[in-house]
C-alpha cells in the first residue's frame, strides 16, 4: 500500500463524513485540503561527506493556532504520507476540544543508520530549517515526538531553538511537547497515546448504548493481540494486562509471537531488549510477521504500527471482534466497508491516539504559565484528605488501618492530575460520537467521529467570517 493510497483513504472518510453535514458550498473542500506544505532539503557534513537529507512539515489548517502534530523519522517518510497525518492531527484535535490546528512532520532518515551523536547534528539542522520558517514556534507551530523520534530529539529541537533564539525566551520551551520532565516536559507524556487507548475502550465498553466485544463488557479475561511493540503498542499492552485482557499475540515487523494462554508484557519487553526481537520468545509460537494478523482469532485487535495494516487484500482474514487503532489510518476506506459488513467494529484512530496531544496540550500549558499542574492545590488536598480520616475515626471510634489512611490522605502529584484529566477528556469525546452516532441512521463510529470534528472546524471557520 502506498502512502498516496493512506491520504486516499483520509480523503475518502472526510467526504463521507462531509455528507451528513449543513456545509456552505465549498466548505467541505476547503477543510479537506492541507493549507501548505515546505519541503526542505539540507546538508550535513558526516564522516568527512556532505550528506543530504529531505523532510517537510504540513500545515493542514490554521483555523485556530498554533498548529500541532508529531515529526517522524522513516526511511519511507513522503510528502502524501505528512498530508494525510496533517489533517487527521486537525480532526483529532477537534475531536478531543485542544485548541490547536494540525500539523505534521517527516525527515526521510533511518535512524538506526546513524550514532547518537550524528542524529544529534542531523536534528538540529533540521530545526534550524524548521525555524527559518516558522514551522517551530510555541504560538504558530508546535512539533512533538512520532515513530522514530521521542524525549531526546525533541530536547534536542527545544535546544537548538532556544540557542539561535527565534522567539521570546520566556517561552522558548513551548516550542516542542514530548520533552523529558528535566527539560521542561510533563509526567505522563510517555505513557500517554497507550493510556488513553486504556480510557478509550474503557468508554466504549461502559457506554450503556454499545454493545461490547463478542457480547462482553469488561475487559478481564479478553483475547488481545497487538501489532506493533514500541511504545505506544508497549504501553497500551502493559494497562490492558493490567485490566486483566490476556495478551495472547504481539506482532513486530520482523516476526509474531503467540501464546493462548497470554504474554508477560514486561517479560517480552525485557526479551527483545536482549535480543533485537520477539521472535523466538520462550513459550510462545513464533511466525513469520506477515501472518500476524490473520494467524488467531481474538476479541481485540491493536494495530499500533503504521497505517494500511488492514486492507481490502487481507480484511476477509481478520478474525477479531473490535479493533481498535493506535496508529494512524491502519485501516483503509475500502477494508472499513469489508469489516463492517462482516460485523467488526472499528474504534477509529483519530479517537483512540488523541491522548498524546491532549498530554502535550497539557504540557504545552505548563510551558507557557510556568506552573507544574497540581501545585496550587496539592496541600489543600492534603488537608482535606487528613480531615476526612480524623472524621471518620471519631465516628467509627478507632483509628483507621495505615492502608485505608494512606488511600484517603494520598498526595496527588502531577502524573495524577495528568490521567485524570486525560481520561476526562476522552470520556467526554467519546460521548459526542455516541450522542452524533445517535442522530445519523446506521453510520460507523468513525464517520460519526469526523462528523463531530467537521462541524466542529466548520465553526471556526464561520466564526473568522470564511
Not at 97 to 124: C, H, M, Q, Y
Not at 325 to 349: K, M, Q, S, W, Y
Not at 376 to 402: C, T, Y
Request: glycine share 10%.
Amino acid at each position: 500500500m502506498s502512502q498516496q493510497e493512506f491520504l486516499t483513504s483520509v480523503q475518502q472518510f472526510m467526504d463521507n463524513a462531509a455528507r451528513h453535514v449543513e456545509l456552505p458550498d465549498g466548505l467541505a473542500e476547503r477543510i479537506a485540503q492541507c493549507n501548505s506544505t515546505y519541503s526542505v532539503r539540507f546538508g550535513v557534513k558526516l564522516r568527512g561527506r556532505i550528506y543530504s537529507f529531505e523532510g517537510w512539515r504540513a500545515v493542514h489548517s490554521e483555523h485556530i493556532e498554533p498548529v500541532k502534530g508529531g515529526i517522524r523519522y522513516a526511511p519511507d517518510a513522503d510528502q502524501d504520507e505528512v498530508e494525510a497525518l496533517a489533517a487527521l492531527m486537525s480532526l483529532k484535535c477537534a475531536l478531543v476540544n485542544v485548541p490547536f490546528g494540525g500539523s505534521k512532520g517527516a525527515l526521510r532518515i533511518n535512524p538506526a543508520d546513524w550514532t547518537e551523536d550524528e542524529l544529534e547534528r542531523i536534528t538540529r539542522r533540521f530545526t534550524q530549517e524548521l525555524a527559518r520558517r516558522d514551522l517551530i514556534h510555541p504560538g504558530r507551530n508546535v512539533p512533538a515526538p512520532d515513530m522514530g523520534t521521542g524525549e531526546r530529539e525533541m530536547a534536542w529541537m527545544a535546544d537548538e531553538y532556544r540557542r539561535i533564539g527565534r522567539s521570546d525566551a520566556m517561552n522558548q520551551n513551548a516550542c516542542v511537547t514530548g520533552k523529558p520532565v528535566v527539560r521542561g516536559g510533563i509526567e505522563g507524556r510517555v505513557e500517554a497515546t497507550g493510556r488513553g487507548l486504556q480510557y478509550a475502550l474503557h468508554a466504549y465498553l461502559n457506554h450503556s448504548d454499545t454493545p461490547g466485544v463478542n457480547g462482553r463488557k469488561t475487559l478481564k479475561g479478553m483475547t488481545v493481540v497487538v501489532q506493533g511493540f514500541g511504545n505506544v503498542g508497549y504501553h497500551a499492552a502493559k494497562f490492558l494486562a493490567e485490566d486483566g485482557a490476556r495478551i495472547v499475540g504481539i506482532v513486530e515487523h520482523d516476526k509474531a509471537i503467540f501464546s493462548p494462554d497470554g504474554l508477560d508484557v514486561e517479560a517480552v519487553a525485557a526479551f527483545r531488549r536482549e535480543t533485537g526481537s520477539v521472535g523466538g520468545f520462550p513459550g510462545a509460537e513464533t511466525v513469520p510477521s506477515e501472518q500476524g494478523l490473520t494467524h488467531m482469532a481474538a476479541d481485540i485487535l491493536i494495530p499500533a504500527a503504521k497505517e494500511n495494516a488492514i486492507t481490502s487484500e487481507n480484511c476477509e482474514q481478520v478474525d477479531y471482534g473490535l479493533i481498535v487503532e493506535a496508529a494512524n489510518g491502519p485501516v483503509t476506506a475500502e477494508a472499513e466497508e469489508c469489516l463492517t459488513r462482516r460485523g467488526i467494529t472499528v474504534l477509529p484512530d483519530l479517537y483512540v491516539n488523541a491522548g498524546g496531544v491532549v498530554v502535550s496540550y497539557f504540557e504545552w500549558v505548563k510551558n507557557i504559565t510556568h506552573l507544574p499542574f497540581g501545585l496550587m492545590e496539592k496541600r489543600q488536598k492534603v488537608s482535606s484528605g487528613a480531615a476526612v480520616v480524623s472524621a471518620l475515626e471519631e465516628i467509627a471510634g478507632r483509628p483507621l488501618g495505615e492502608s485505608h489512611r494512606a488511600k484517603i490522605a494520598r498526595e496527588t502529584g502531577e502524573i495524577d492530575m495528568v490521567r485524570s484529566g486525560l481520561e476526562e477528556i476522552m470520556i467526554r469525546a467519546f460521548d459526542d460520537i455516541m450522542e452524533r452516532k445517535k442522530t445519523l441512521n446506521g453510520v460507523t463510529l468513525r464517520t460519526a467521529a469526523y462528523v463531530v470534528t467537521i462541524a466542529r472546524i466548520a465553526e471556526y471557520y464561520r466564526a473568522i467570517g470564511l
